[in-house]
């Protein structure tokens, strides 16, 4: 049996279908309903049991059951809340109700059928309403409880004036538009005036006229306030938080515009669900890429449970955007071609301009990292020469086919049609001549660019520079790194080496600057990858001037990832209100983890319909947790270890040679790192499904002589070098772990160091064994560790089956006295980043990636026996250092862990482990050695090379 436990993959969909929080209702009910329904069970309400109604008021009434409402399709929500019908009648509900309740839906006195589509835990009905019906209502009876939720109902607004002046301006004309906006502006009725205010600032928008627009939108949404008009009011304050962040990047503004909708979400569903929307939008902008994802999850969410499906199509764009930003450009290319088939027939052509112009600049994302661009490109250009026939027909919007016009641009210069790419830009300067300063940024990028490529270094440089006060000004951090980064390119150009090498030094600072932007879970690794030339650059620029320097440069590129993890090592230079937040988001975290894992001991008391959805929700759970902690990390910021700690020189002992490997402009950087200094080669770009022959001529034959001097070797690995399994490479006729002990760093701050000597005197051993009960090898394995250890002195604590809970692992792993922890069992990897790892432990629990970055203390010697505990995510393209298990022991603070990369088999673990705690050595790549080779000889074509020894 393998000690691999079988998870569930999820996709894209999954991550966005977040089961909605119970407060976030906008009609719920126990005991009555917010948002102006009627409360059930008491007096005045119809529901409540008449004078006649047989009832002991002796026995207490039996309590509602719960019940969430939410609604949407209104022509208009007014303040109560009441919906005012559209002009077909029909409103959508959603509905969640518990299992077992009996729930009935009337629209008016007329009984709807409860055919809809379930969507999370609950149901998407459409309701539609017969003349005369005053209020939609619904009730949930359980057990004698009851609960009614009613929404007041209001006729359709009868304005043709206002509908044929929106039909004008949809039309583009706009001066007719504005004729009859006008008369209806100036008018006694005030739902109209406010109406037509509003639709009047949009008309300012399409000629340009911003300040009249913005004056117009701010009168608007005061109307509307007053009128009571809170769907009205939420659609202008969108149209001006948009207005003010794309016109001017008035962050301030577009945030101030948005706030004030909190205390009227309760009472308009719909508008909630697009308001995280917009929150992103100015996420995105001001580089908040954490909040900005988080935030379109929300509004995809609600959108989906409330039927909006446009608006999930745009949100589902803009999530594309994100994984393009993250480096992950094939499954934003994959979910911009979901929502392109999800297109309705007949779809407005400004929609169907957008999403051509965003898989245009998606098949661009793929093609730039793509070795072979050439299909990307050619799908990259279709698309968008899609989106200019449709921006210069139908759709003519300046500014949207400027930007199509720069990402048409940026593909020809890929493809080295450096004279179209000149005229495209030419022509996108004309046609939009205030562009936002985002594309402003790639203007001045093409520009230097261009430079470049015709010769023109001194040019570049100046562009480069203009770049980088349009960023610095703009709040553009993208655009500070590609300045910084071109400067870099004309500095080299302008053979100014060491100017340049200070340029690309910037370009990594400001690339450690916005990783802590980018989520773990969501890609921080490819994130960085993404960034990742400038490390490129100055390693093969120093290569053979400076080979310390240049070991230094790819040390520091290294360790980006996981060093912003390393709370531990800077939480005591925190000052005193830091750290008290830090230490209160800690304790927040370990309660909510603790509370989560034990919900799940009552999973066997639940129907199936209850534990899928009692799963479902957890899992949701869960990661608002991990993501919790994920941002509690940033409050450790300041105490962030510094570029020189990062490239300090490693602590080599006597007898032991570091090989490191660093990715540059074509192939890879070697380097033999000993006591007599450094040693820096090039190697050519590796084909990893070569024979291990071939990669050992590649990766080791240019050491040769070090390696036979050497005692004992450490590999630090880099992307997707990290699936070499470099202890199993052929050297003299036998695999390299025959020769000498080898271990894996990573390279982390102090931690050659931490990891000599982070034992200290503890001597105690904690013992995890089988926790599903379903390994009996891993038993077997567990009863022989713990007799050996105890034979060497040490006490042992064991937990067995149902005793190793999460609490009881997680209390007992930050115990003072355990300097070894030994885990047998099952391991499971997950997620991108590896950020949903675990060990699954007992009662459904399990001891994640995120619990062992918030432990306290971590033992300084680590054996995970089971499964892929010391996976990552690195993979084929892959740059970023990845984070599994194992990893996430040592980010924590443990000296050395002994753990398997892929899948192993339960009696081969036995084997190893038995033979480790046999072998009698202290140094973890000598134990693992020893374990290694008994199995080579006793099972020659087992999986022997599977586990390997990590150090710091």
């Not at 709807?112 to 005053?134: C, E, F, S």
């Not at 669900?273 to 917009?278: H, I, Q």
């Not at 370990?590 to 989560?596: G, I, N, V, Y």
């Amino acid at each position: 049996m393998s000690r691999r436990r079988a998870i569930r993959a999820a996709g894209l969909g999954a991550a966005l279908l977040v089961p909605a929080l119970l407060g976030a209702a906008a009609l719920v009910s126990r005991s009555g309903a917010l948002g102006g329904a009627a409360p059930s069970g008491g007096a005045g309400d119809p529901a409540a049991p008449s004078a006649g109604d047989a009832h002991d008021p002796a026995t207490p009434a039996a309590p509602p059951p719960p019940l969430e409402v939410e609604f949407a399709g209104c022509g208009a929500v007014l303040a109560g809340p009441a919906c005012a019908l559209p002009d077909d009648r029909a409103i959508r509900l959603w509905i969640k109700a518990p299992e077992g309740a009996r729930v009935a839906v009337e629209a008016g006195a007329t009984p709807i059928p409860l055919d809809g589509a379930p969507i999370q835990g609950g149901l998407l009905v459409r309701v539609p309403v017969p003349d005369g019906a005053a209020a939609v209502s619904v009730t949930a009876e359980r057990n004698g409880g009851r609960a009614v939720v009613r929404l007041p109902l209001l006729p359709p607004l009868a304005a043709p004036a206002l509908t044929q002046a929106e039909a004008l301006r949809r039309q583009g004309r706009l001066d007719e538009a504005a004729s009859a906006l006008g008369g209806l502006a100036s008018g006694q009725d005030p739902t109209l005036k406010a109406l037509a205010i509003g639709k009047l600032a949009r008309v300012d928008l399409a000629r340009g006229r911003i300040p009249e627009a913005i004056a117009r939108f701010e009168a608007s949404i005061r109307a509307h306030r007053a009128a009571g008009r809170l769907s009205d009011e939420f659609l202008d304050r969108f149209a001006l938080a948009y207005t003010l962040l794309y016109n001017g990047r008035r962050f301030a503004e577009a945030r101030a515009a948005l706030d004030p909708l909190a205390p009227l979400e309760a009472s308009h569903p719909e508008g909630r669900a697009l308001k995280p929307y917009y929150a992103a939008l100015l996420s995105f902008e001001s580089g908040d890429l954490r909040a900005a994802l988080r935030q379109l999850d929300a509004s995809a969410a609600a959108a989906e449970r409330l039927g909006l499906r446009d608006h999930r199509r745009h949100v589902l764009q803009k999530r594309a955007e994100g994984l393009q930003i993250l480096g992950r450009p094939l499954e934003a290319q994959a979910l911009l071609r979901e929502v392109e088939a999800s297109l309705p027939a007949g779809s407005p052509p400004c929609e169907l301009a957008a999403l051509q112009n965003n898989l245009g600049w998606g098949a661009l994302q793929v093609a730039w990292a793509n070795a072979s661009p050439g299909a990307p490109l050619a799908d990259a250009e279709a698309a968008l020469e899609a989106a200019l026939a449709l921006y210069g027909g139908p759709c003519p919007r300046p500014a949207e086919r400027a930007n199509a016009l720069t990402n048409l641009a940026l593909a020809k210069l890929a493809a080295g049609q450096t004279a179209r790419a000149r005229a495209l830009l030419d022509e996108a300067r004309r046609t939009d001549a205030s562009p936002d300063p985002g594309v402003a940024m790639y203007w001045l990028d093409i520009e230097g660019r261009l430079a470049l490529a015709s010769g023109d270094a001194a040019g570049a440089l100046r562009r480069y520079e203009r770049l980088a006060r349009l960023a610095e000004a703009s709040a553009l951090s993208e655009g500070r790194y590609r300045a910084a980064l071109g400067r870099g390119r004309a500095l080299e150009a302008l053979r100014q080496p060491e100017r340049a090498l200070a340029a690309y030094e910037a370009a990594e600072a400001l690339r450690g600057e916005l990783s802590l932007l980018a989520p773990l879970g969501e890609g921080r690794g490819a994130f960085l990858g993404r960034l990742e030339e400038g490390a490129r650059r100055a390693v093969d620029l120093l290569l053979q001037r400076d080979p310390g320097r240049a070991l230094a440069a790819a040390r520091r590129s290294r360790a980006l990832a996981l060093a912003a993890l390393r709370w531990v090592d800077r939480i005591a230079s925190l000052d005193g209100d830091a750290r008290a937040r830090w230490e209160a988001a800690l304790s927040a975290y370990r309660r909510e983890r603790a509370a989560l894992d034990e919900e799940g001991r009552d999973d066997w008391r639940l129907s199936s319909g209850e534990l899928e959805a009692a799963r479902a929700a957890r899992e949701a759970r869960g990661r608002s947790i991990r993501a919790r902690f994920d941002e509690a990390l940033l409050l450790v910021r300041r105490g962030e270890p510094a570029a020189a700690e990062l490239a300090e020189a490693p602590l080599v002992a006597e007898g032991e040679l570091m090989l490191a490997f660093h990715p540059i402009r074509e192939g890879w950087a070697g380097f033999a790192v000993t006591r007599d200094g450094v040693a820096a080669r090039r190697l050519p770009a590796l084909d990893l499904a070569a024979p291990a022959a071939t990669l050992a001529a590649r990766l080791l034959g240019p050491f040769e002589a070090p390696l036979r001097a050497a005692g004992r070797l450490r590999v630090s690995a880099y992307g997707e070098l990290e699936r070499i399994d470099v202890h199993a490479l052929p050297w003299d006729g036998a695999p390299l772990v025959a020769r000498m002990p080898v271990v894996y760093g990573l390279d982390l701050p102090g931690g050659a160091a931490r990891g000599a000597g982070s034992a200290g005197a503890a001597r105690g051993a904690l013992v995890v064994a089988d926790p599903q009960r379903d390994l009996p090898a891993a038993r077997r394995e567990a009863d022989a560790v713990a007799a050996a250890l105890e034979g060497q002195g040490r006490a042992v604590e064991r937990l067995s089956g149902g005793l190793a809970t999460h609490a009881a692992v997680a209390f007992a792993l930050e115990q003072p006295g355990i300097a070894l922890f030994h885990y047998a069992g099952h391991g499971s990897f997950g997620g991108i980043d590896g950020w949903d790892s675990g060990l699954p432990l007992a009662g459904g629990g399990q001891l994640a990636v995120s619990d062992i970055l918030a432990l306290r203390r971590a033992p300084a010697q680590v054996v995970l026996s089971g499964c892929d505990t010391a996976r990552t995510g690195a993979a084929p393209g892959a740059r970023g250092l990845g984070l599994g298990l194992a990893q996430a022991f040592l980010v924590a603070g443990a000296g050395s862990v002994i753990a398997a990369t892929r899948p192993v088999d339960d009696a081969l673990a036995e084997r190893m482990m038995a033979a480790l705690v046999a072998a009698g050595q202290e140094d973890p790549g000598a134990q693992l050695r020893e374990a290694t080779l008994a199995a080579l000889r006793a099972t020659p074509s087992s999986d022997w090379a599977s586990f390997r020894a990590l150090v710091p």
